[in-house]
């Protein structure tokens, strides 16, 4: 037990089970995900210390060695929030100065005494928000590390801590009693790696050793309940519309309005009893939907501080899972010009009444024309067998490109895909033909759904459009500004070959009211529900079933 001037815990847990679990948990890897305000740092601090006091003193000096790193994505972050809640667990006035010094350092020692050994606790607070960061971890010895907001630090991070840690005290000096990472974050989306290995699992490794003892090496990850909970009007009557929440008593005078929705406490939030009152009313003015749903209610939903170059779009509405529909031509984009080396391709089908259905999506990174061509023409084959597919380009794929020093669309189609070139590369009218046919309702097995479906397995595609293909936010004062244009990365280039195979396909040619353009379908007859007000789609395939 530490002595009480060290530790002498300034929250209870009593509150907050699942993060009671967490901290009991001993496993290589625990990771917790939750809502804002709901514990997560303290526990994660309180978990150092409590690992920092179960190690077995150094039989000459007495004391229990710990060596921690305290890792968040940025500088400001670091002091401003992580710093502040680990001081305000173990003040400097009771546990020693910081060291402001590079790395921010804080040593807390407590001499031995006849009755009990001594603390010698040292921690490292870094900042680490780029891959090319993992060199400062190379030379580090640790017990272990929390990782504060994990899901913003590169997977390369966790990787080389996962080398760094049960390396101090060394094991001359009788090793590290535990070892391993604590880390803690808000809800993330499915393309970051916490959420790959929180829902798909980690791999669990099994140590036996020469005394025939074993050690587990597991990865256990908590998440907490969310802090608000949707409610539905159902005439005078209120029903929360979460699963799994539906037996909660929803009192009228305690509803909150926010992004056109109507929401409610969760009583069950971790830590609410140690909050201010009104700490999530006083949150959700101003927000938007996605940002409620990832902070408030710890959804896996995309989120990006800036603004959506395609807000049409609805990860929630427009996600379902599709079929291929043989009786319709297959039509894609491409993204592979203009010197990218993240090239991309997109595949998808229009139906009779103008409904897009985005089948496949291969995204690359750091890869030249010539691989990218070859894996896509062999992911094609085994998805789509030997049918034809069209292509639709970037105008600018005639040019020679700067760095594969050929056009782009004559190589192309020296490796056999059919290739058109869209009628522009306009920032707005791309983004404006992605956006026309989200617009549309159609009428499929007598249920209405969106005229732009997305299959779950487009990860990348469902990102780009959810907000991370988004105009950057630009500091001035006063009114709130973005840029003109998206912003380019990683996410923008699936973005632009899903715009240039929405107007190849036919879009372009209904924003510009032209005809006879290669690649348009032919025109139908829509027919309206006119109770409706929406298409109605009469062939017998349904791609939802």
């Known amino acids: 037990m530490l002595p009480e001037k060290v530790y002498q815990p300034r929250v209870k847990f009593d ?18 995900e939750g809502p804002l305000g709901s514990g997560k740092s303290v526990v994660c601090c309180s978990k150092i210390m409590k690992f920092a ?20 994505n940025t ?33 807390i020692i407590v001499q031995p005494t006849a009755q009990a050994p001594g603390l010698d606790c040292e921690v490292l607070f870094m900042a680490l928000d780029r891959p090319g960061d993992v060199k400062h971890l190379k030379s580090l010895d640790l017990t272990g590390a929390w990782v504060n907001e994990a899901s913003e630090v590169p997977e390369g991070v966790i990787d080389m801590l996962t080398g760094r840690v049960g390396r101090y005290p060394p094991e001359d000096e009788g090793g590290a009693t535990w070892a391993g990472i604590i880390a803690d974050t808000n809800a993330t989306d499915d393309t970051n790696w916490w959420h790959r290995y929180s829902r798909h699992g980690a791999p669990a490794t099994t140590v036996e050793l020469e005394d025939g003892s074993t050690i587990d090496i597991r990865w256990s990850f908590y998440r907490q309940p969310p802090a608000l909970l949707e409610v539905e009007p159902v005439g005078s009557e209120y029903f929360v519309a979460e699963a799994g929440f539906e037996s909660n008593e929803v009192k009228p005078e305690r509803l909150l309005e926010a992004a056109g929705r109507y929401w409610y406490v ?5 830590n609410l009893k140690y909050l201010r009152a009104g700490y999530y009313h006083q949150q959700v003015a101003n927000k938007t939907l996605p940002w409620i749903r990832r902070f408030l209610q710890a959804k896996s939903i995309y989120y990006v501080d800036g603004k959506a ?6 990860d929630e509405v427009m996600t379902r899972p599709l079929k291929y529909d043989p009786t319709l031509p297959l039509v894609g984009g491409l993204d592979v010009g203009g010197g990218t080396l993240n090239p991309a391709a997109v595949v998808g089908q229009r139906g009779q009444m103008g409904d897009w259905r985005i089948l496949y999506e291969l995204s690359a990174f750091d890869t030249g024309l010539e691989r990218f061509s070859t894996l896509l023409k062999q992911e094609l084959a085994q998805k789509f067998g030997e049918v034809p597919i069209r292509f639709w380009m970037d105008p600018a794929a005639a040019k020679r490109d700067e760095v594969y020093e050929t ?12 290739v058109l070139l869209a009628g522009t590369n306009d920032n707005n009218v791309r983004r404006n033909a992605l956006a026309l046919p989200m617009g549309r309702m159609i009428v499929v097995g007598g249920r209405p759904i969106p005229g732009f479906l997305v299959d779950p397995s487009c990860t990348h595609l469902r990102a780009a459009l959810s907000g991370k293909w988004y105009r950057r936010r630009v500091q001035t004062s006063g009114m709130e500004r973005f840029t003109e244009s998206p912003e380019k990365n990683e996410y923008s280039h699936i973005g632009d070959a899903t715009s240039y195979m929405c107007m190849g396909g036919g879009e372009h040619a209904m924003l510009t009211r032209a005809a006879g353009r290669p690649g348009v379908p032919p025109s139908t007859v829509p027919q309206f529900d006119q109770s409706t007000g929406t298409i109605v789609r009469t062939p017998d395939f349904n791609p939802l079933e």
């Not at 170059?309 to 609805?314: C, M």
């Open 53 to 72: 006091g179960l190690q077995a003193p150094n039989e000459r000096s007495r004391m229990r060695h710990t060596r921690w790193a305290i890792i968040r």
């Open 15 to 32: 509150a907050a089970p699942t993060l009671w679990d967490f901290l009991r948990d001993d496993s290589f890897f625990t990771g917790v």
């Open 75 to 107: 500088y400001p972050e670091l002091r401003s929030t992580t710093i502040n809640t680990w001081l305000w667990l173990f003040p400097e006035q009771h546990c020693g100065g910081m060291r402001y010094l590079h790395p921010i350092t804080h040593r």
């Open 266 to 270: 969760n009583p069950d939030t971790e």
């Open 309 to 314: 170059w395609v807000p049409e779009y609805s």
């Open 407 to 418: 056009a782009v669309e004559a190589h192309m189609k020296s490796r056999g895909f059919d």
